[in-house]
């Protein structure tokens, strides 16, 4: 199920979620020396892998706890970062709307860190590298899930289903959640999904939405 939009403008423009947008797309070309499908270059060095994420807790250095950072602006192919920059730039703006650019910015990170943090308490001894900003977007889509549940959000179903049609935000988001938790789908670091989801919910429930919020309310969209 894939999100095309929401039902709200922001009044706000979104910089911290555009630039976001922006520097995925140019680490993923140099990643690939320019190339739309090339092999990246250093994907290998700034991956994140839990079991050396743990050597470096332990004493072990600190060159691999920079992957908790680095290795979410990477991504291990075209379909991967598409699909982060749709979920992003549905979930993010309105969120960034809420809490103002500066915050918006650490909680984004923050999930991000989370999230990977999480699979490797899951996974203590893996050694597969770990990419991608699905981690940090879905702490994004934790936030929404619990600031805006009846939020209309236009979806489809590829490769199935190309007309468009709208579900409740807590729905969609509520389908999206379980199937990290109960479908298997090789590949994909479900857990670190799971930890950043959780982790936006965490955020939304200490912090809830910031006292001048209303300075930068949304205008609801017809379709």
Known sequence: MIPIRDDHDTRQTPYVTRT?????VVIYFWDRGGSLFGRPYVFA???AR????????KGGGSDPLVTLFTSMFL??????ILGNLLFLAVFGPRIEAV????RYALYYIFFGVAATMTHAVVMPDSTVSLVGAS???AGVMGVYFMLFPGAWIQCVILPFWF?????????MLGLWFLMQLFVVQP???????????LAGMGVALVVGKKPMSARHDVARTDW
Do not use: M, R, S
Not at 99 to 102: E, H, Q, S, T
């Open 187 to 197: 590949g994909v670091a479900t857990w670190a999904h799971v930890g950043g989801f």
């Open 45 to 47: 060095d700034l991956a």
């Open 135 to 137: 981690g940090a977007i």
């Open 75 to 80: 991504h291990g192919n075209l379909a991967h």
């Open 99 to 102: 809490y103002g650019a500066p």
């Open 20 to 24: 976001i947008l922006i520097l995925l």
């Open 50 to 57: 839990p079991a050396d994420i743990w050597a470096a807790l």
């Open 163 to 171: 007309v468009p049609f709208v579900l409740p935000a807590w729905l």
